[in-house]
């Protein structure tokens, strides 16, 4: 799959599948521009993927939305909670760290948990997002959003897929290749007839009849490697 078509579907709005690499997680998710996001596409990542529908950020965008890692806040809480340092995730299988932040809700929103309100959620990440390319935006942001919430937001690490391979990092790479804002929709795709992540040949097979982008990681990192040059 051609790297630029990705990069035009993306820049439209529409969805692009993602494979991390056989030996990392080995998942496909599925990834859009937050600022595109409408309660039909929350209904589908539910519907064809099934996995947790978060909110990756580019490291600019969550410094200067005064983002922390979770990982951070729990070493500051844990001398009080000790469970925080007790669950700890020092043991992932297939990386060093968590990519996970807080969760939020959009102050708009109700339960937070409806199509309708997580995609005002998201989209409205997105559009904050873009406005914290430029500076500090911490105080509008806690205007806009409470937490916890029902979107999960992942912070991408400062080298994106140079220094981590993840998609988040990989999200946020095709977002800086297709200029458009570092905020991004994903979700993990599941198979409910192996109870297993879905398998890349069975991701390519829905791209296919669905005429979505389907790129693997090792495509993304070797055009992202390319283009910062």
């Known amino acids: 799959m051609s ?6 579907e993306l820049r439209a709005g529409n969805f692009v599948l993602i494979h991390d690499a056989s030996n990392r997680e080995d998942e496909v998710d599925m990834v859009i521009a937050a600022e595109a996001v409408k309660p039909a596409h929350i209904a589908a990542m539910r519907r064809d993927a099934g996995g947790l529908i978060c909110v990756a950020l580019h490291p600019r965008v969550a410094d200067n939305f005064g983002l922390p890692y979770m990982t951070e806040i729990y070493d500051i809480a844990s001398s009080r909670y ?9 043991d992932l299988p297939y990386d060093e760290r968590s990519a996970f932040s807080i969760s939020v809700n959009h102050r708009q929103t109700r339960t937070g948990v409806t199509d309708i309100d997580r995609a005002l959620t998201i989209s409205e990440l997105g559009k904050l997002g873009a406005r914290a390319l430029n500076g500090p935006m911490a105080e509008e942001f806690g205007r806009n959003f409470r937490s916890p ?7 991408a690490a400062d080298g994106l897929v140079l220094e981590r391979q ?3 990092e990989l999200a946020m790479a095709l977002a800086e290749m297709a200029d458009i ?45 390319g283009w910062v040059g």
């Open 3 to 8: 790297i630029d078509r990705a990069l035009e």
């Open 82 to 90: 000790h469970a925080l340092a007790a669950t700890k995730p020092n």
């Open 149 to 155: 919430g029902h979107v999960p937001i992942l912070r």
């Open 166 to 168: 993840g998609h988040t």
């Open 181 to 225: 804002t570092p905020v991004m929709a994903i979700c993990e795709m599941l198979d409910a007839q192996t109870n297993r992540a879905l398998s890349w040949k069975a991701a390519v097979e829905y791209a296919e009849m669905r005429g979505f982008a389907c790129l693997s990681g090792k495509d993304v990192m070797r055009a992202y490697r």
